[in-house]
Structure formats: structure tokens, C-alpha cells
């Protein structure tokens, strides 16, 4: 168990729908990454936070967005689903924000468009 | 952009046998990470590698780091069972700002009696 915490574990919606998926980071880290997982795109970083400021964005959709809360945790909004929206999608925490700094991985929520 | 490649992509090996999986990055890096991933689960730290000539070892496994030749190995040595899972390098390219992690295709294990 790394200590980071991801609600829901698995989530099915239909095409158009949002959905928000709920990261809480390790006690004490101050960063959280978004990353998403498919078979066609293997591990992508969406987006990064630290201590509640945007640091970095990847290669995040224009219909995702994500925010980190006063108490650090985190969500990321998925809007205007598609099917290829469908993926395993982690979030990760560490302790600072430089390079170098062990990332630990939460459980994944598993999203399914239909 | 920052490419990070791995070799071989599946590794059939049979318990006891040594063998070695590569992770070639493209461009200049002095950090890099080593996980696992079991079937449906989440990612593990295995490794991380913050120098040029940094080797790590833990149990039967052992992981280098070539940042000349942008080039990190995990070496397994006498495998056994449990060592099945798919394991993945990832290398951090901004430094100060953000540790963003681009990761490789992964490696898939499956080690067999």
C-alpha cells in the first residue's frame, strides 16, 4: 500500500457524460501527478501540482482539467467522454517538486465509456 | 521530444535463468526510475537512479545507469516466479520545476517453472 488513496476504483458512464475522479496524496507530499494508462498509449503524464499551483502539463485533452485542493487533495474532471477516453487513470504523490523525487502510485481508477 | 524506448517488450524466461532488460532514452537525463506493474494493479518503485554509474540492487534484482550512453539496464539474476509482472523505466526531463515522468513501452516478464 504506497498511501495514496483514488475514488472510485472502477467507474462505467456512457459517451457526453463528466465524470470526477478524487486523489488524496501520501501524508506529507505536496505534489500529485495525473498519468493515464491504455493499451494503445501506454503511460501518459496529464498533469502535475504542487502545493496547490499548476507546475506541468503533458498531454492533457482540452476536456480534462484537474485542480489540488487547500488540503492537497486532488480531482481531475473528464468531460465530453469518448470512447477512447476509456483507460486506467493514476495519480501519484511526492514529496517536493524537483527531479529526483520517488513518485507513489495510488490504486488507478478504472474509467469505461460505453 | 523525450523518447524512452524498452527491449525486448515481452521476456519469456525460464526460473534460474539471468537475463537483462533495456530502457535507451533520447535525450539528456541524470534521473532515472525503475517500476512494476502486476496485471491490474498499480505501479511500485523499484529503483531510482540519480547519477551516471549509479547501480542499485534489490534481492534478485539489480538496476545501472549509463547517462553518457542514455542508457539504464535491470538486470535479473536467477529468476524465480514472483519476478512475473510487467516493469516499466521512466525517465524526469524538466528537473527544477516538475518531476513529470515519461515512461517506456514496459517490459513484460513472465518467468516459467
Known amino acids: 500500500d504506497s498511501g495514496v488513496t483514488q475514488t472510485p476504483k472502477h467507474l462505467i458512464t456512457a459517451t457526453g457524460q463528466r465524470v470526477t475522479l478524487r486523489c488524496s496524496p501520501r501524508s506529507g507530499d505536496l505534489s500529485v501527478y495525473w498519468y493515464q494508462q491504455s493499451l494503445d498509449q501506454g503511460l501518459q503524464f496529464l498533469i502535475h501540482y504542487y502545493n496547490g499551483e499548476e507546475r506541468a502539463k503533458g498531454n492533457i485533452l482540452e476536456r480534462f482539467s484537474a485542480q489540488q485542493f487547500p488540503d492537497l487533495h486532488s480531482e481531475l474532471n473528464l468531460s465530453s467522454l469518448e470512447l477512447g477516453d476509456s483507460a486506467l487513470y493514476f495519480c501519484?504523490?511526492?514529496?517536493?517538486?524537483?527531479?529526483?523525487?520517488?513518485?507513489?502510485f495510488g490504486p488507478g481508477t478504472r474509467l469505461t465509456v460505453l | 521530444e523525450l523518447k524512452v524506448e524498452q527491449n525486448p517488450l515481452f521476456l519469456s524466461m525460464q526460473e534460474g535463468k539471468n537475463y537483462t532488460i533495456y530502457c535507451n532514452y533520447s535525450?539528456?537525463?541524470?534521473?532515472l526510475y525503475w517500476y512494476r506493474q502486476d496485471p491490474g494493479k498499480s505501479l511500485e518503485s523499484l529503483f531510482v537512479l540519480l547519477s551516471n554509474g549509479a547501480v542499485k540492487q534489490e534481492g534478485r534484482l539489480m538496476a545501472s545507469l549509463d547517462t553518457k550512453a542514455r542508457l539504464s539496464t535491470l538486470h535479473i539474476t536467477a529468476a524465480v516466479h514472483d519476478l512475473s509482472a510487467t516493469y516499466f523505466c521512466a525517465v524526469d526531463r524538466d528537473g527544477g520545476a516538475t518531476n513529470k515522468l515519461i515512461f517506456g513501452t514496459g517490459t513484460l516478464l513472465a518467468v516459467q517453472p
Open positions: 535525450t539528456t537525463s541524470d534521473r
Open positions: 501519484a504523490s511526492s514529496v517536493y517538486s524537483g527531479g529526483g523525487d520517488t513518485q507513489y
